[in-house]
């Protein structure tokens, strides 16, 4: 999913379908710009219910840490960290929210 406002690229969200009706969210983001407008309750929203419909009853997610109050607010819970694959000694929270 690709939000566009104002002829531009707002934020997007794309998922990963794996075995086992499990589903990771590979991505989320949302340009700064529109940071604080519900962009990103709009995204996650639409991703857990893509997920639902095609039959999934969990999403994991890498979240960057500072996002991590964010999709907590909204239903993910910590199950773990794992280690940056871009940042060295950074760890990133491993979440997962029932869908």
Known sequence: MVAVQDHR???FCALHFLRH???EL???FVDPDFIGQGLGKFLLNFAKATAKEH???SMR?????YAEDFYS???AEK???I???SIPGRFLPVLEISL
């Open 61 to 65: 997610l890498h979240s960057d840490p």
């Open 9 to 11: 690229i707002a934020g």
């Open 26 to 28: 590979e991505a989320l």
């Open 73 to 75: 607010a909204n239903g």
């Open 83 to 85: 280690k940056s694959g």
């Open 21 to 23: 009706a499990k589903v």
């Open 55 to 57: 039959g999934a009853i």
């Open 79 to 81: 199950v773990g960290e």
